[in-house]
C-alpha cells in the first residue's frame, strides 16, 4: 500500500522492491483462545496474582527508577477496597530531568537505521504476545476491569498490531513520495525525528492507546515523555518493561505518571517541546491546546499536536433494517467494557415502524446481561473505572429519571458499595436535543430517539447537526439507496462510518480510527497517517554539473 501507483524515471524502485520483497505485510495478531480450559485456569492465576499484590511502581527517566514519595494508588474498580499498585508520582523536577535525559538520547536514536528500530518494536510485540500475553492480560483486567475478551482484544491484539504494523509503515513512510529526478541533478527525500521532545498523555480505557502513543512518536526516532493515566499505571508499567526487554534505549520513552495539570504545564513550557499526542477529555485537549499557544514565542520549533477526545456515537435505524442484528450490534457498542469507549453507541434513532419489535427484544436481551467481576467469564461487563465516573454516569441516570421527556426502559441501577457498578441503562426521549443525546455520557446509558419512519431524512440531518462530535456512527438499512444518502448526510458526522455493523471495534489496518470535529485531529491510528505526524522530511538537492556563470542566458 505504500509503493507508488506509477513508476518515474530516476526513482529508485529497485530499492522499493527489494524492501517490501523482504519486508510483508503483517497479519492482524489472533485472539486468545479463551475456550481452552487451560488459558482460562493460567489466566485466573495470574489474575488473582495481580488482585493480591500491590505492585511498586516508579517514575523511570533515562533508565533510573525514581521513588518519589509523593504517592497515588491504583484499584480494582470492581472491588475499591483492593489496592493493585502504589505509584509514585512525578513532580517538576522529575519531569524536567526527563526532558534533559531523554534530549541526551536523541541524536544517537534518531541515527539509528529505521530498520533496527522497527526491529526492537516487532520484538517488544513478539514479548507481549507470547511471555507477557497471560499477565498483561491480567494487569488489564484488574486495573481497567475488563472482562477477558475485551482485555484480549485491547491490550493483546490491538497493541501488538500497532506496534508490528507501525514498524512496517515506518520502514517504507516516504515511499510514496514522488521524486523527480532531471540530468544532472539528484534528488532525494529522506526522514528525520522532531527537533525536541514528544509528549504521550494516554487514557485509563485502553492499554493498546497508551503503548501507541509512546511507541508510534519512538518508531520514527523520536523521544518521548509518556504520562499513562493513574487508572490504567499496572498494565502501562508492564507495557514499558516490555519495551525495554526489547531494546528500547535508556531515555528514549520515560514513563512519567502524574498530576495531569502540573504534567501539562511543565511540559507545554518546555521550549524544547516538539509534539504532543493524546487521548483523553475534550476540555483537557483544549487546555494544552491553549497552552501551547500561549507559549508559541519560546519554542525552538512549532509542537505538532495531535488528540482525540471521544464521540456521541449513532446508530442510525431505518425501517428495512435487520432487527436483530440492530439489536446484538446496539448492545454490544452501548454496554460492552461498559461504555467506556471512545466508539460506544451513546444514541439510537428508530423509526416509529420497528418500535415496538425493537423494545421488545432489547428489553429480553437486557435481562440476560451479567455483571461482575472479571474472574467470572459469564460476566458481560463490569464496575466503570472510578468513582467520579460513578458519580457523573449516576448523574445522567438520575436526570433521566426525574425527566419529563425522559422514560427509562430498562436498568438504571447504581450500587458502588463494593465496587462502581452501573447497571445496563436504557432510556427513550421524546426530545431529540436532549441533553442525554447530545453529551458524551461515558457509561453504559443507550438513549433512543423514535421518529417518524417517513422522515428518516429529516432524520439523518438530526442525526449530522445533535453533536458537536463527530466520531464512529452506524447505518442498518437493507435499502442500498437509504445507505448511499446517508452516506452523503453523514459525511462529516462520524470518522467511522458502519454499514450494518456496530459502531465500535474498529481493526487495525482494517479500519483506521479516528474522527474529527470535536472528536479530534483525525490522525487514523491503525494506519501510516497515524505516524506521519511525528516525522519531519529532509529534502536533499545534489548538483552533479559546477555552475559556470553566475549570469542567465537571456543576460547574454
Not at 523521544?223 to 502501562?236: C, G, I, M
Not at 415496538?356 to 460476566?379: D, R, T, W
Not at 458502519?498 to 470535536?518: C, E, H, L
Request: aromatic share 8%; proline share 6%; net charge neutral.
Amino acid at each position: 500500500m505504500l509503493l507508488a501507483k506509477r513508476l518515474l524515471p530516476g526513482i529508485h524502485y529497485s530499492r522499493v522492491m527489494s524492501r517490501l520483497c523482504h519486508h510483508s505485510l503483517p497479519v492482524n495478531e489472533p485472539s486468545t483462545d479463551l475456550t481452552n480450559p487451560s488459558i482460562r485456569t493460567n489466566l485466573l492465576d495470574e489474575l488473582h496474582n495481580v488482585e493480591k499484590d500491590e505492585l511498586e511502581i516508579p517514575c523511570v527517566v533515562g533508565g533510573e527508577k525514581i521513588f518519589t514519595g509523593n504517592i497515588a494508588y491504583q484499584v480494582t474498580p470492581y472491588r475499591h477496597q483492593n489496592r493493585i499498585a502504589k505509584i509514585h508520582l512525578a513532580d517538576e523536577t522529575v519531569i524536567k530531568k526527563a526532558i534533559n535525559e531523554s534530549l541526551a538520547v536523541r541524536n544517537n536514536w534518531e541515527n539509528m537505521p529505521q530498520k533496527e528500530r522497527s526491529a526492537i518494536f516487532q520484538k517488544a510485540a513478539d514479548l507481549l504476545t507470547t511471555k507477557y500475553r497471560l499477565p498483561l492480560l491480567a494487569a488489564t483486567m484488574a486495573g481497567q476491569a475488563k472482562v477477558a475478551i475485551q482485555a484480549d482484544i485491547d491490550c493483546i491484539a490491538e497493541l501488538a498490531d500497532f506496534l508490528r504494523f507501525n514498524s512496517y509503515y515506518a520502514q517504507g513512510i516516504l515511499d510514496q513520495v514522488e521524486i523527480i529526478q532531471t540530468d544532472g541533478v539528484t534528488n532525494s527525500i529522506m526522514p528525520r525525528g522532531l527537533e525536541g521532545f514528544v509528549v504521550a498523555i494516554s487514557p485509563f480505557n485502553f492499554t493498546a492507546i497508551g503503548g501507541n502513543l509512546a511507541t508510534g512518536p519512538a518508531m520514527l526516532g523520536n523521544v518521548v515523555l509518556w504520562k499513562p493515566a493513574l487508572t490504567t499505571t499496572r498494565a502501562a508499567w508492564l507495557v514499558h518493561q516490555i519495551l525495554e526487554e526489547a531494546g528500547v534505549p535508556k531515555g528514549v520513552i520515560n514513563f512519567l505518571p502524574a498530576p495531569g495539570s502540573m504534567f501539562g504545564k511543565t511540559v507545554t513550557s518546555s521550549p524544547d517541546l516538539a509534539g504532543l499526542t493524546f487521548v483523553g477529555s475534550g476540555p483537557t485537549f483544549k487546555s494544552l491546546w491553549k497552552q501551547v499557544g500561549n507559549n508559541i514565542d519560546i519554542f525552538k520549533t512549532y509542537p505538532r499536536l495531535s488528540g482525540e477526545c471521544g464521540g456521541k456515537n449513532f446508530h442510525f435505524v431505518h425501517e428495512t433494517a435487520d432487527v436483530d442484528s440492530v439489536v446484538n450490534c446496539t448492545i454490544r457498542a452501548a454496554f460492552e467494557y461498559c461504555g467506556q469507549k471512545c466508539s460506544a453507541c451513546g444514541r439510537l434513532y428508530v423509526p416509529d415502524v420497528l418500535w415496538p419489535q425493537i423494545k421488545e427484544k432489547l428489553i429480553n436481551e437486557h435481562k440476560k446481561i451479567k455483571m461482575g467481576e472479571p474472574s467470572q467469564f459469564s460476566n458481560f461487563l463490569s464496575a466503570v473505572i472510578d468513582e467520579q465516573a460513578f458519580r457523573s454516569i449516576k448523574g445522567f441516570i438520575d436526570y433521566a429519571r426525574e425527566s419529563d421527556v425522559v422514560t427509562i426502559v430498562a436498568g438504571g441501577t447504581c450500587d458502588q458499595s463494593v465496587g462502581y457498578y452501573i447497571e445496563p441503562t436504557i432510556v427513550k426521549t421524546t426530545d431529540p436535543h436532549n441533553k442525554l443525546m447530545s453529551e458524551e455520557i461515558f457509561g453504559p446509558v443507550l438513549p433512543i430517539f423514535v421518529y417518524p419512519a417517513k422522515d428518516y431524512k429529516e432524520t439523518l440531518k438530526l442525526v449530522n447537526d445533535t453533536s458537536d462530535f463527530g466520531l464512529t456512527g452506524a447505518v442498518f438499512s437493507k435499502d442500498i439507496n437509504v445507505v448511499n444518502e446517508a452516506r452523503v448526510i453523514l459525511r462529516q458526522a462520524a470518522g467511522n462510518l458502519y454499514i450494518n455493523d456496530k459502531a465500535t471495534g474498529s481493526v487495525v489496518a482494517q479500519q483506521p480510527f479516528g474522527g474529527s470535529r470535536m472528536s479530534g485531529t483525525n490522525d487514523k491510528p491503525g494506519s501510516y497517517l497515524n505516524i506521519l505526524p511525528w516525522m519531519s522530511p529532509l529534502t536533499v538537492k545534489e548538483n552533479n554539473l559546477p555552475l559556470v556563470d553566475w549570469k542567465y542566458e537571456y543576460m547574454k
